[in-house]
């Protein structure tokens, strides 16, 4: 009795091991494929000959494919186990990951398709997983998951350029390293699967199916909105924020390291956030506080440009962490059962990126048509008005079911 306490004890905690080294690579794999190409996307434009519009489309290629495919990931999510959907998801966004890099308009392209629709599942499913695999513990998991993404999109942004010349490569070797990340998740996935075969007493993480429609919510409206809204700003600015940048004046690298400087900022904030806002009774002090930041930085881009550009970069990732964290912690806080979070997590990223992904050629277009950026970030400035709305709605003490 001793010797198989013991033996379900070791057991319990490789599994837990397992739990959290997925939940960190999976997240890890969510923002970095995309990020890593805002710095080398003046190598990409100038390889294979793109304008504007096809440089825009880049980033929201994947945010179209978030838009078009997490209700349909969501309503799929109880044909598998959680762990075994996001394989599949990492599989797909590897095979998009090599596709991207072969050097043609079409495979780029295709290759972002197919990225995208890996992101998503990853996305709308690990919500779920960290609800089903620590139902104690939402407010630090959700804080791990972000930091995870953010440090990689952080390493993503500062290093893109520095990774293609030490490759050999180029822009290839700053967008398919990213396939490394993705071998290292399938991994533990792989083995995490394998784990829970040999141990049938542990749970198996499938989700049960919910009849909740999630469209009928009005705070599932709310939480989408405000998701989409802070997803806009986000992508608007690691989209363009290189170019502008340059346009500024500032030389070399040093765009895509003021990118980095916002990601790092990011990290601290996105994993207190969400153990905090946990324990608060409703979040609305925290979106005051997020708008006032962002409606500041789009006024100072506007007006002051490149100036006290590091101090921005400070106010954007403080904004930024805060918003994308408590955007994540509304689909378990704000859901009964791991079922309706991943539903809410399909709706909130499917209305949410269809919002998102007008961001960046929105922004582009407008700079078309005024030199300054001025208008774009005016264009941001009223987004985040629109957001300030709808997230203090999303921030009640308020489940969708309600």
């Given at each position: 009795m001793i010797i198989n306490n013991e033996a379900r004890k070791k057991s319990s905690y490789v599994l837990l091991i397992l739990n959290i080294l997925v939940v960190i690579l999976v997240s890890s794999n969510l923002r970095s494929p995309i990020i890593s190409v805002a710095p080398v996307l003046s190598d990409v434009r100038d390889a294979l000959q793109l304008d504007n519009f096809q440089v825009s489309m880049l980033t929201s290629i994947p945010l179209f494919m978030f838009a078009t495919c997490s209700v349909l990931v969501s309503r799929f999510s109880h044909k598998f186990t959680i762990s075994r959907f996001l394989m599949y998801s990492l599989i797909i966004l590897s095979f998009g990951l090599l596709l991207r890099i072969t050097g043609s308009l079409w495979t780029l392209f295709a290759g972002s398709l197919f990225i995208g629709l890996g992101i998503c599942i990853g996305n709308v499913i690990t919500p779920g997983y960290v609800k089903s695999n620590f139902p104690k513990q939402i407010g630090m998991m959700t804080g791990i998951f972000a930091v995870s993404m953010n440090l990689t999109a952080a390493l993503a942004s500062g290093f893109s350029v520095r990774i293609g010349e030490w490759t050999g490569f180029g822009w290839r070797g700053s967008l398919g390293i990213w396939l490394v990340i993705a071998g290292l998740g399938l991994l533990v996935l792989m083995l995490e699967i394998i784990f829970n075969k040999k141990n049938t007493d542990e749970k198996k993480t499938a989700v049960s199916v919910s009849d909740f429609n999630m469209f009928k919510s009005a705070q599932a409206w709310n939480i989408s909105i405000f998701m989409g809204l802070q997803s806009l700003f986000y992508y608007c600015l690691v989209t363009w924020l290189p170019s502008l940048l340059t346009d500024f004046n500032m030389k070399g690298d040093s765009p895509g390291w003021v990118l980095f400087f916002i990601q790092i900022t990011m990290i601290p904030?996105?994993?207190?956030?969400?153990?905090?806002?946990?324990?608060?009774?409703?979040?609305?002090?925290?979106?005051?506080?997020?708008?006032?930041?962002?409606?500041?930085?789009?006024?100072?881009?506007?007006?002051?440009?490149?100036?006290?550009?590091?101090?921005?970069?400070?106010?954007?990732?403080?904004?930024?962490?805060?918003?994308?964290?408590?955007?994540?912690?509304?689909?378990?806080?704000?859901?009964?059962?791991?079922?309706?979070a991943i539903k809410i997590s399909g709706m909130a990223q499917s209305v949410g990126y269809l919002i998102a992904a007008f961001g960046p050629p929105v922004f582009g277009k407008l700079h078309d048509w005024d030199d300054s950026w001025k208008s774009s970030f005016y264009f941001l400035s009223i987004a985040v008005i629109l957001m300030f709305y709808f997230g203090m709605k999303a921030a009640r003490n308020k489940t969708v079911e309600d």
């Amino acid at each position: 009795m001793i010797i198989n306490n013991e033996a379900r004890k070791k057991s319990s905690y490789v599994l837990l091991i397992l739990n959290i080294l997925v939940v960190i690579l999976v997240s890890s794999n969510l923002r970095s494929p995309i990020i890593s190409v805002a710095p080398v996307l003046s190598d990409v434009r100038d390889a294979l000959q793109l304008d504007n519009f096809q440089v825009s489309m880049l980033t929201s290629i994947p945010l179209f494919m978030f838009a078009t495919c997490s209700v349909l990931v969501s309503r799929f999510s109880h044909k598998f186990t959680i762990s075994r959907f996001l394989m599949y998801s990492l599989i797909i966004l590897s095979f998009g990951l090599l596709l991207r890099i072969t050097g043609s308009l079409w495979t780029l392209f295709a290759g972002s398709l197919f990225i995208g629709l890996g992101i998503c599942i990853g996305n709308v499913i690990t919500p779920g997983y960290v609800k089903s695999n620590f139902p104690k513990q939402i407010g630090m998991m959700t804080g791990i998951f972000a930091v995870s993404m953010n440090l990689t999109a952080a390493l993503a942004s500062g290093f893109s350029v520095r990774i293609g010349e030490w490759t050999g490569f180029g822009w290839r070797g700053s967008l398919g390293i990213w396939l490394v990340i993705a071998g290292l998740g399938l991994l533990v996935l792989m083995l995490e699967i394998i784990f829970n075969k040999k141990n049938t007493d542990e749970k198996k993480t499938a989700v049960s199916v919910s009849d909740f429609n999630m469209f009928k919510s009005a705070q599932a409206w709310n939480i989408s909105i405000f998701m989409g809204l802070q997803s806009l700003f986000y992508y608007c600015l690691v989209t363009w924020l290189p170019s502008l940048l340059t346009d500024f004046n500032m030389k070399g690298d040093s765009p895509g390291w003021v990118l980095f400087f916002i990601q790092i900022t990011m990290i601290p904030i996105a994993f207190c956030c969400p153990i905090i806002a946990s324990k608060m009774k409703d979040q609305r002090i925290m979106i005051v506080f997020i708008c006032t930041l962002m409606f500041t930085s789009t006024m100072m881009f506007a007006w002051l440009g490149a100036q006290w550009v590091y101090f921005n970069a400070v106010i954007i990732g403080i904004s930024n962490g805060l918003s994308f964290s408590l955007s994540i912690l509304f689909f378990s806080t704000r859901t009964k059962n791991s079922a309706n979070a991943i539903k809410i997590s399909g709706m909130a990223q499917s209305v949410g990126y269809l919002i998102a992904a007008f961001g960046p050629p929105v922004f582009g277009k407008l700079h078309d048509w005024d030199d300054s950026w001025k208008s774009s970030f005016y264009f941001l400035s009223i987004a985040v008005i629109l957001m300030f709305y709808f997230g203090m709605k999303a921030a009640r003490n308020k489940t969708v079911e309600d």
